[in-house]
Antibody, heavy 117, light 112 residues
């Protein structure tokens, strides 16, 4: 059974940093690209970032480019999202997702990041 | 403003059929990229409902079906049930700028 468990969400001040983690199990982690998708309060889903299975290639939404860094440790079956220069508009529930072809076939329960002074 | 446009809300009575549209452009759906659909109940993980335009993952009832034509796609739900009340999102890939995965704004389905 595929399981994705996010952690690391917290309340942080504007301009601050935070690192999210996603522990994966139930599949061969290194064989799949992984992604982060977020949902701001009262808003829809927004794709944030994606990393290929080997970690060689990364992709970012324009709204987070140059502030967020996605990475993975295939020896630990763990996905990360380093978030710097956080803004109020980054407040959201962040979901870890497994990519299969062009879609996201499994999602975690989400982890809340709140950016506020 | 989402790249893919969905109606904010739809509704139907139990047993009825409803459809949710997803309108894109020549850089995403119209460019031939597949459309996928997700069901999201607040407080839970989004669930893949339809992938690659019309395919259902194991366990998804055949009451749910998807189609795609030109720059648009649709999700149809027949035999509406109370447990279908949720938010539904379409998703595709957009090749404009540096390229990215894109979602529709979401449609809230109310079962009357």
């Amino acid at each position: 059974e595929v399981q994705l468990l996010e952690s690391g969400g917290d309340l942080v001040q504007p301009g601050g940093s935070l690192r999210l983690s996603c522990a994966a199990s139930g599949f061969t982690f290194s064989n799949y690209a992984m992604s982060w998708v977020r949902q701001a309060p009262g808003k829809g889903l927004e794709w944030v970032s994606l990393i290929t299975g080997s970690g060689a290639s990364t992709y970012y939404a324009a709204s987070v480019k140059d502030r967020f860094t996605i990475s993975r440790d295939n020896s630990k079956n763990t996905l990360y999202l380093q978030m710097n220069s956080l803004r109020a508009e980054d407040t959201a529930l962040y979901y870890c997702t497994k990519r299969s072809a062009g879609h996201f076939d499994f999602w975690g329960q989400g982890n809340l990041v709140t950016v506020s002074s | 403003q989402s790249v893919l446009t969905q109606p904010p809300s739809v509704s139907g009575a139990p047993g009825q059929r409803v459809t949710i549209s997803c309108t894109g452009s020549s850089s995403n759906i119209g460019a031939g990229y597949d459309v996928h659909w997700y069901q999201h109940l607040p407080g839970t993980a989004p669930k893949l409902l339809i992938y690659e335009n019309r395919n259902r993952p194991s366990g998804v009832p055949d009451r749910f079906s998807g189609s795609k034509s030109g720059t648009s796609a649709s999700l149809a739900i027949t035999g509406l049930q109370p447990e279908d009340e949720a938010d539904y999102y379409c998703q595709s890939y957009d090749s404009s700028l540096s390229g990215s995965w894109v979602f529709g704004g979401g449609t809230q389905l109310t079962v009357l």
